[in-house]
């Protein structure tokens, strides 16, 4: 009975599309993280009332971010094709893949570490700076680690969007679950293989999602 459902299965090759997806979206978060995260705390620093307040920075910084979100992804994927060629040499497969994913999800995430940098009581700074401290002793010390619960969050939502355009990378053939889908659940009308993909990405995404509440609550403990 299965085998008449699921008789255009491969399992290998969808365990290989899986820890492909899994490498792309590994690979992706950790260098929006690294991209977002300073980009994030740079844009609240330099925003109105703030410690390092520079209107015309924040102002530079903020286009750039809002011109690179409402790029829809899958547009942003072929405008890259040649500087991740550059970058990679290919534009095929998880290594082409990942540089788009990071240019789409770094402003993305930049964002939600501001508005989660601006949820932190305002009197924590001014306490901190009474104390004296120092600009990077008020940021490290005192602004992220109470707003730690909004980025456990922040990198959560991001890593959920980072498996969507994972899978959309599949359409200039990015590799992954998404990849398989388009080429045999598509484009070779099996639907057998498009629901074993969609049900993955499901199952993952609800993965991603637990652990992300888990550290939400952790955090919001301390």
Do not use: C
Request: no cysteine; glycine share 10%; charged share 10%.
């Amino acid at each position: 009975m299965l085998n008449e459902l699921f008789s255009n299965i491969d399992w290998a090759e969808i365990g290989l599309a899986t820890l492909d997806t899994l490498t792309m979206l590994g690979g992706s978060l950790l260098f929006t993280l690294l991209l977002g995260l300073p980009l994030g705390i740079l844009l609240f620093l330099t925003s109105k009332r703030q410690l390092l307040e520079q209107p015309y920075l924040y102002g530079t910084l903020s286009f750039i971010v809002n011109i690179l979100r409402s790029v829809p992804f899958v547009i942003l994927l072929i405008i890259m094709i040649p500087f991740t060629v550059l970058l990679t040499g290919t534009s095929l497969g998880v290594a082409g893949a990942i540089p788009p994913l990071v240019v789409g999800a770094t402003p993305f995430f930049a964002r939600l570490v501001e508005t989660a940098l601006r949820e932190v009581d305002r009197g924590i700074i001014e306490a901190t700076q009474a104390m004296g401290a120092s600009t990077s002793q008020i940021v490290f010390k005192a602004l992220l680690p109470e707003a730690m619960p909004g980025m456990m969050a922040a990198v959560t939502v991001t890593a959920i969007t980072l498996v969507s355009y994972a899978a959309m990378s599949g359409v200039i053939g990015g590799g992954g679950l998404g990849d398989l889908a388009i080429r045999f659940g598509y484009q070779r009308f099996q639907t057998d293989v498009m629901v074993v993909t969609v049900v993955l990405l499901l199952v993952l995404v609800q993965v991603l999602q637990m652990i992300g509440d888990r550290l939400v609550i952790h955090f919001s403990r301390k």
